[in-house]
C-alpha cells in the first residue's frame, strides 16, 4: 500500500487507520511526506522493518522525506534524488528504493514522491522516468508506488502512458481519486508494477491523518 501522511502530523490517526481492515497485515506499506520520528513510531507499533531517507528540511526544521516499510526483511536500500526542484520553494523531492525478501524472492520496491505541478508536467515525467531507469535491470519482481501529483488535466494518463511503455502495469487503476482538496478529489497516488497480478485494489476513505487516502493492492504471488 502506499500512503502520504501530509507531513506526518497525525501518526497516531494513521497508525489506527493501519490496524484496521483492508490496511491491518500490510506486507509493504511506501510512505511520503514523513519524518524519522514518525516513521521508526509507525515501524515499532506495527512490528514492521523499515529504511527512511529525507529529501529537505520543512520550514519548521522537520525532515520531509520517503519511507518504505515491510513485515519482510530488507536486504538493501537506496535513495534516489530527482531532476527539477521546486523553483520557488526549492524544495527537492527523491524516491527511496528496499529490496525486501519475500520467503526468498527478492521484490524492488520504491516509494515516489514527485514534484507538484508546479515545475510542469515534463518535469514530473523526467522524475517518473529518472526512477523507472534507476530500477532497470534490478529485481524482476517489481513495485514503484506513491505520490505522483498527477493533478493537472492529461498528467495521469501521461504517467501512465510512460510506464506502461517501460513494462509496467498500473496496478491501482480505477481505484479513483485518492485526495480531497477545495477543489474536489483528486487521482494523486498511484501503484505501478512489473511481474506481478493484481487480484483486489482500492481505497481507504476513512480517517487516517492525511489529505491523501491509502491506496492498497492484493497481488497473487508468482508460482
Known amino acids: ?8 502530523e497525525n501518526v497516531t490517526e494513521a497508525i489506527t487507520a493501519l490496524t484496521r481492515p ?18 521508526e513510531r509507525i515501524a515499532s507499533e506495527l512490528g514492521l522493518t523499515y529504511v ?27 535513495k534516489l534524488g530527482l531532476p527539477h526542484d521546486d523553483p520557488y520553494r526549492k524544495q527537492h523531492r527523491i524516491a ?37 531507469n534507476a530500477v532497470d535491470g534490478r529485481e524482476p ?12 488535466p492529461g498528467s495521469l ?5 510512460l510506464f506502461s511503455e517501460r513494462g509496467y502495469q498500473w496496478s491501482s487503476e480505477g481505484v ?3 485526495v480531497d482538496s477545495m477543489i474536489g478529489g483528486l487521482p494523486l497516488d498511484s501503484v505501478f508494477t512489473r511481474g506481478l497480478t493484481p487480484v483486489e485494489r482500492g481505497v481507504d476513505r476513512r480517517p487516517a ?9 492484493r497481488f497473487a504471488w508468482p508460482q
Open 1 to 8: 500500500m502506499t500512503f502520504n501522511l501530509a507531513f506526518a
Open 22 to 39: 483492508p490496511l491491518a497485515d500490510a506486507d509493504v506499506i511506501v510512505m511520503q511526506e514523513m519524518d524519522a520520528p514518525a516513521v
Open 52 to 78: 527512511y531517507y529525507p529529501a529537505s528540511v520543512q520550514v519548521d526544521g522537520g525532515d520531509f522525506g520517503n519511507a518504505v516499510l515491510s513485515r519482510w526483511p530488507i536486504t538493501a536500500d537506496w
Open 96 to 132: 527511496v528504493g528496499a529490496t525486501v525478501d519475500v520467503g526468498g524472492t527478492p521484490v524492488q520496491v520504491v516509494s515516489v514522491h514527485n514534484a507538484t505541478p508546479i515545475v510542469g508536467l515534463g518535469g514530473r515525467l523526467d522524475q517518473a522516468e529518472t526512477i523507472i
Open 141 to 152: 519482481l517489481q513495485v514503484i508506488a506513491g505520490d505522483f501529483n498527477t493533478s493537472d
Open 157 to 161: 494518463g501521461q504517467t501512465v502512458k
Open 176 to 178: 479513483g481519486d485518492t
Open 209 to 217: 491523518g492525511s489529505d491523501h487516502h491509502p491506496v492498497w493492492v
